[in-house]
């Protein structure tokens, strides 16, 4: 059985980093590409980054692109996202979770239950 479970959440002021951490388990948990989302309260969840399985192709969304890094551990099981330049709009949970080579939450499979990120003065 595949688990994802995120850390690293925190208060942070606006201009701050924060990195997030994913630990992935389960035999097959290296096979599937490793995506980070973001929901705020009232909105939709967002697409952020992802990862390919073996941690050579990487994707952005627009809104993180230049402040944002994906990255992931050789084995393919251990994952981050570093958050540079933080803004207040990036206050959110943030999840990540395991699927296919896509930006639609409902190709990704597995979710860790999320870790509060929040960006104010």
């Known amino acids: 059985q595949v688990q994802v479970v995120e850390s690293g959440g925190g208060s942070v002021q606006p201009g701050g980093s924060l990195r997030l951490s994913c630990s992935a388990s389960?035999?097959?948990?290296?096979?599937?590409?490793m995506g980070w989302f973001r929901q705020a309260p009232g909105k939709d969840r967002d697409f952020l980054a992802r990862?390919?399985?073996?941690?050579?192709?990487?994707r952005y969304a627009n809104s993180v692109k230049g402040r944002f890094t994906v990255s992931r551990d050789n084995a393919g099981t251990t994952g981050s996202l570093q958050m540079n330049s933080l803004k207040p709009d990036d206050t959110a949970i943030y999840y990540c979770?395991?699927?296919?080579?896509?930006?639609?939450?409902?190709?990704?499979?597995?979710w860790g239950q999320g870790t509060q990120v929040t960006v104010s003065t």
């Open positions: 990862v390919s399985p073996d941690g050579s192709a990487v």
């Open positions: 979770a395991l699927g296919t080579w896509s930006d639609r939450s409902a190709d990704y499979n597995y």
């Open positions: 389960g035999r097959t948990s290296s096979y599937y590409t």
